[in-house]
DNA sequence: GTGCTCTGGTTTTTT
DNA sequence: ACCAGAGCAC
C-alpha cells in the first residue's frame, strides 16, 4: 500500500460473492490452459530456425515479409493452419499483422474469396483490404513470380462489420433461408420507438402504484441485452433492475409481442441480424455446410469485444478442422459489455479450442517507455487476462504521465488549456486529444477552448443519423422500399397536425392489410380530410417510379419541407442537413443500399466535415470519448474529470465485472497517448448522483514513482483567492 | 382524439 | 440540459 500513489483504503471494492469467484476460477483456468499452447517465434524455431527467406513463399514475393514484420507478428502472420489467439497489445501493430496475414495466406494460394476477415468497424476493414490491394498489387500484375496470382480479384475478400457481414448473407441466401429479402433494419431508437408502439397498443398498464414501468430507452436495452448475454429476462431483471420486477410478466410478454412484430413487418434489428443468421446456421444444415465450404480462412478483429451470438457465429463457421480462425484481440481493451459484448470469449477461447495456439505481440510501437511503465502498471492492477508486458525499443525514455489535480472544473479545463498553447509551438493542433469518461465532461474543455480560440472537433456529439429531421426523411424512404415498415409509418403519419397515435395507427393497420398501394391514405373515413396525407399519396406514388436514390430523395425532401415548418421553428436551420443526405444518396445506387449502409455503417462524423467532403480535417484538438478513440493514438493526450464517481462511473462500482472494465477504460485512454499523458482532475464532482471528492481509484492504485504530481489549489478565504501548491493536498 | 403546458424524475459509454 | 406522464382545452 505505502508505495501506491495514494491511500486505496478510502474506496469502497465490490464484494466478491462465491458465484464471482467461481466464475474467475474458471476464466484462469481456460487462460493457464491456453498460456501452455503459447508459441513464440524461438519455441517454434520459425522457420525452423533459417531465415524466413527459405520459405518457398517468402522467399520469392515481392513482398518483404520478414523486415517489414517483427518475429512475433511474423509468426503470427505465417500460422495460417487451426485456430490461433493473438493477444495484440495496444499499439503492437495489429492492423499490419493482419493486412500481411491476409497477403500471405493468398501467396500461399488461398481464394480471396474464401478469406472472410470480420471487424468492428467498416473502416478498419476497408483499409486491411486496400493495404493488402497495395502490398499485393506488384505480384497482381507481374505473371511470372507467382503465376497463380496472375488477376486475381482481391475484391472478392469478405469483409465488414459482424453485422454488415451478416446482412448480406441473410440477403444473398434468402431463397434457401425462406425469408424476404427486402427487410429494413431498425437502429436502436428505431427499436426503442418500435417497443414503445407495442407497448401502448397491447394496453400494459404503465403506472403502478408502487413502481413505475420502465421507459422505453430501459425496454430495449433489457431485451437486447437479455438477447446478447443469454441471460432470460426474468433473471436480467431480478438480478440488475430489481426495482422493476414486479413488471417482469409485461415486459416479457412485450419482448414476445415486439419479436413477433418484427416478424410479420420485415423489420430486424440489429441483433435479429446477427442471431437470425446463427439460428440458420444452427438448424439448416445444407446452409451451414454451404458457408463452411465458402469461407476457409477466417480472421477476427477486436474479439475481446464479441458477445455470444458472435462468438456462435464464428464457431459455427470455424467447425471443420480444415477452417482456419485467427482472432485476434486484446482483453486489457474490452469495454463494450453495455452492448453485450462478453470479454469472456477471449479469456474462454482456449475452452472452445482446446488445440488452438496463442501468440503475443507486446512490442509496442506507439508509446515512450515511460507512458508503457506506467500502462504496464495500470496493466498489473487487471484481475483477469493474459500474462503480458508492452516493450518499446525507442532509446528515450520519455516524460512520466502528469497527474494534474485542480480545484475545479474550469481550473482544470484551464490548465489543460494552457498545455496545449505551451506545447502547439512545436505540434499540430492535431497532435492533441482530451478524453472523457462521458461526453458532457467536456462541457467545460469546450467553452474555455472557444474562450482561448483553440480550434477543436467533437467526436461522438449528437449524431447526424440521429437528428430528427434526418430520421423524418429516412422514414419516408423506407416507406417506400418496405411498404410493411409500420415503424416509418407511424412516425410519419404523426408529424400531420391533427393526427395522433390513434388515427395513425388505424390508417397503419388499413395500409398493413392492404399491401402494395398507398390507398388507404386516401380513405376518407381514415384520413380526416388531412390534404398533406392526400398530398403524401401523390408524392410516394411519384417517388416509386425515380430512378435513382438522388431523385426519389429530392422528391421527398421538398414534400417534407413544408411538414418541417410547421413542427420544428429552426427548420431553415436543418433543412442544411439535407445537402448532406443528398449528397450520400448519390453514393448508392439503390435504395436498399443506401438505407443499409445508414444503418450499419451511420456517418459519425460531424456535418460541418461531412458537407465539405473535398476539406481537409481542419489542424484542430480533438475532443472524444474514451469509447469513440479507441484504436486511435496522439502524440499528447489528456484524460480529464479522473474523479472516483466519473472514473470509474458511480454505477460501475459495485460490481466487480463492472469496475474491472472501468478499469479497462481508463487503460485504453492511457494507451492512446504517443509522448505525453497529462491526467487532470477537479478536486469535487456534485451532481443529482451525489458528491465525489476523491481522486480516481485507478490514479491512486499505481506506484507513485510512475508517474509527476501537479497539484495546485485555489483557495477562496476571507482575503480573496490565494494559491497553494502542496503535494499533500488531494 | 389531439395538442398544449407543467412538473418531477433522470442522465455512461455506442457498432 | 431532456423526456414522459398528467391534466386540461378544444
Not at 476457409?296 to 467447425?319: F, G
Not at 512545436?426 to 474562450?451: G, H, K, P, W
Request: proline share 4%.
Amino acid at each position: 500500500m505505502t508505495d501506491t500513489l495514494f491511500n486505496t483504503q478510502h474506496y469502497t471494492y465490490p464484494h466478491l460473492d462465491d458465484s464471482i469467484r467461481l466464475k474467475i476460477q474458471i476464466l484462469r483456468q481456460s487462460i493457464t490452459r491456453l498460456e501452455a499452447n503459447l508459441i513464440t517465434p524461438d519455441s517454434v524455431k520459425l522457420f525452423n530456425g533459417a531465415e524466413p527467406y527459405d520459405d518457398p513463399v517468402l522467399g520469392h514475393s515481392s513482398v518483404d515479409y520478414a523486415s517489414e514484420l517483427n518475429r512475433s507478428q511474423l509468426l503470427a502472420a505465417t500460422t495460417i493452419d487451426g485456430k490461433v489467439l493473438v493477444i495484440a497489445g495496444a499499439g503492437s501493430g495489429k492492423t499490419k499483422t493482419l493486412t500481411y496475414r491476409t497477403s500471405y495466406l493468398i501467396e500461399k494460394g488461398a481464394s480471396p474469396s474464401s478469406i472472410l476477415l470480420l471487424t468492428f468497424t467498416r473502416k478498419a476493414a476497408d483499409e486491411i483490404k486496400n493495404r493488402v490491394k497495395n502490398l499485393l498489387a506488384e505480384s497482381l500484375l507481374d505473371s511470372h513470380a507467382s503465376s497463380h496470382l496472375n488477376g486475381l480479384n482481391l475484391n472478392a475478400i469478405t469483409s465488414g462489420t459482424f453485422h454488415s457481414f451478416c446482412n448480406m448473407i441473410l440477403r444473398r441466401y434468402s431463397g434457401l433461408l425462406g425469408i424476404n429479402p427486402k427487410f429494413t433494419i431498425l437502429d436502436t431508437s428505431d427499436s426503442e420507438d418500435a417497443i414503445d408502439l407495442i407497448c401502448k397498443e397491447s394496453g400494459i398498464v404503465r403506472s403502478s402504484m408502487k413502481q413505475a414501468f420502465p421507459r422505453k430507452k430501459t425496454l430495449q436495452n433489457l431485451i437486447s441485452t437479455s438477447r446478447n448475454r443469454r441471460i432470460k429476462l426474468h433473471d436480467l431483471i431480478e438480478s440488475d433492475y430489481p426495482d422493476i420486477a414486479i413488471h417482469i410478466a409485461d415486459i416479457e410478454q412485450l419482448a414476445k409481442n415486439y419479436h413477433k412484430y418484427k416478424r410479420a413487418n420485415h423489420l430486424y434489428d440489429f441483433d435479429d441480424i446477427i442471431s437470425q443468421v446463427v439460428s440458420h446456421l444452427k438448424n439448416n444444415l445444407k446452409f451451414r455446410k454451404l458457408i463452411q465450404d465458402t469461407y476457409r480462412h477466417v480472421m477476427v478483429d477486436e474479439y475481446q469485444d464479441t458477445n455470444y451470438p458472435q462468438k456462435q457465429l464464428i464457431d459455427y463457421i470455424c467447425e471443420p478442422d480444415n477452417v482456419s480462425l485467427m482472432v485476434v484481440g486484446d482483453d486489457n481493451q474490452s469495454i463494450y459489455a453495455f452492448r453485450g459484448a462478453n470479454y469472456e470469449n477471449i479469456l474462454l477461447f482456449g475452452k472452445s479450442y482446446p488445440e488452438a495456439k496463442l501468440i503475443k505481440l507486446e512490442q509496442n510501437y506507439r508509446s515512450t517507455p515511460a507512458i508503457l511503465e506506467y500502462v504496464n502498471a495500470l496493466s498489473k492492477q487487471i484481475t483477469l487476462g493474459y500474462q503480458k508486458n508492452l516493450f518499446s525499443d525507442l532509446p528515450v525514455q520519455g516524460t512520466k504521465p502528469v497527474m494534474a489535480r485542480r480545484s475545479n472544473d474550469k481550473e482544470e479545463a484551464k490548465f489543460i488549456a494552457d498545455k496545449i498553447i505551451e506545447l502547439k509551438p512545436e505540434l499540430d493542433y492535431n497532435d492533441f486529444a482530451v478524453l472523457s469518461r462521458t461526453s458532457f465532461q467536456s462541457n467545460q474543455i469546450q467553452l474555455e477552448f472557444m474562450a482561448r480560440y483553440i480550434p477543436f472537433i467533437v467526436v461522438g456529439g449528437i449524431k447526424f443519423i440521429e437528428k430528427r429531421h434526418i430520421k423524418d426523411v429516412l422514414a419516408l424512404v423506407k416507406i417506400l422500399y418496405n411498404p410493411n415498415d409500420s415503424i416509418a409509418w407511424h412516425r410519419i403519419l404523426t408529424l400531420f397536425r391533427g393526427i395522433g397515435e390513434v388515427t395513425a395507427t388505424k390508417i397503419t393497420q388499413a395500409l398493413n392489410s392492404n399491401p402494395g398501394s398507398f390507398q388507404p391514405l386516401l380513405d376518407p373515413k381514415l384520413n380526416k380530410n388531412n390534404e398533406q396525407l392526400i398530398e403524401l399519396y401523390g408524392v410516394l406514388n411519384k417517388a416509386e417510379q425515380q430512378e435513382t436514390v438522388a431523385e426519389t430523395l429530392d422528391l421527398l425532401i421538398e414534400f417534407y419541407l413544408p411538414v418541417l415548418r410547421t413542427v420544428e421553428d429552426n427548420w431553415r436551420e436543418r433543412a442544411e442537413d439535407f445537402r448532406v443526405l443528398k449528397n450520400l444518396a448519390r453514393e448508392h445506387s439503390s435504395l436498399d443500399n443506401f438505407l443499409e449502409n445508414l444503418a450499419l455503417d451511420p456517418p459519425n462524423d460531424s456535418v460541418a466535415v461531412l458537407s465539405n467532403p473535398d476539406k481537409k480535417q481542419p489542424d484542430a484538438v480533438t475532443i472524444s470519448t474514451i469509447h469513440s478513440a479507441k484504436g486511435l493514438e496522439w502524440p499528447v493526450v489528456f484524460v480529464n474529470a479522473l474523479v472516483d464517481g466519473l472514473m470509474p462511473h458511480h454505477r460501475s462500482v459495485s460490481e466487480f465485472e463492472a469496475l474491472e472494465e472501468e478499469r479497462k477504460l481508463f487503460y485504453v485512454a492511457c494507451t492512446r497517448a504517443k509522448t505525453h499523458l497529462y491526467l487532470t482532475a477537479p478536486d469535487y464532482f456534485s451532481s443529482f448522483a451525489g458528491y465525489f471528492d476523491k481522486v480516481s481509484r485507478f490514479i491512486s492504485e499505481v506506484p507513485k514513482e510512475t508517474v509527476t504530481i501537479d497539484v495546485k489549489k485555489t483557495f477562496k478565504s476571507e482575503q480573496g483567492e490565494t494559491k497553494s501548491d502542496d503535494p499533500e493536498w488531494w
